[in-house]
């Protein structure tokens, strides 16, 4: 019998109404960025755990923009990185020549991840990668990461919830959440 996805958090990090107040200020600073003359907003959206931020960002901007999807992966089923990144989904525009890019990612942690996905973009000619993270555990950080549009600093500990999964599971959550350690044997 299936539990229901509640059981399995410790606490509630950022509520619905949190993440839409942190959501509509990142907009406007994304809005203000990029509304400068000669901008070409390009956003990427990092699969899987982005794609609610994502939805719920673009929304607010009240710019001409595309949208596209890169899906990256260092993780295995578990909660540690483990360095060895590797592109699944690359981007369907192929020429970005013409492009200021937006990278949206759901968490940034070891950095890893993003240090992979923002050097690979950097090296195709792009007028300007910028990345913008809901999440950021500083803490956490092996490669060091320059982030333009930042959500909210957390602490070292694994959250689930608004896109965020531990093994595929919780994406579904509305709320961000911290896990119970004992469901992922912590
Ligand atoms: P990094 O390469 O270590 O920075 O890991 C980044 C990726 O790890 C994120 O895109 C998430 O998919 C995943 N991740 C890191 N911390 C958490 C967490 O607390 N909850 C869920 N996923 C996480
Ligand atoms: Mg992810």
């Known amino acids: ?5 509640n059981n399995a958090i410790k606490s509630v990090l950022l509520t619905e109404k949190q993440l839409d107040e942190i959501v509509t200020r990142l907009a406007g600073e994304i ?4 509304s400068a003359p000669g901008k070409n907003l390009l956003m990427i959206c990092v699969l899987k755990g982005s794609l609610i931020f ?3 960002l673009m929304r607010k901007i009240n710019l001409p923009m595309k949208v596209d999807f890169m899906q990256a992966s260092s993780y295995g089923s578990g909660t540690v990185s483990c ?3 590797k592109i699944r989904l690359d981007l369907k525009e192929k020429d970005l020549s013409q492009y200021d890019i937006l990278v949206v990612e759901d968490i940034l942690d070891s950095g890893n991840t993003l240090s992979f996905l923002l050097n690979y973009l950097k090296e195709r000619a792009v007028r300007s990668v910028k990345l913008c993270v809901l999440l950021n555990k500083p803490e956490r950080r092996k490669i060091p990461i320059e982030v333009d549009f930042e959500g909210a600093k957390i602490a070292d500990e694994f959250v689930v919830g608004y896109g965020l ?3 595929e599971q919780y994406r579904n959550l509305p709320y961000v959440g911290i896990l119970k350690p004992e469901v992922y044997g912590g």
Not at 31 to 34: I, K, Q
């Open 165 to 167: 999964d531990y093994n």
């Open 31 to 34: 809005e203000a960025h990029y």
């Open 83 to 85: 360095g060895n990144v």
């Open 54 to 56: 994502t939805a719920d």
């Open 1 to 5: 019998m299936a539990e229901t996805n």
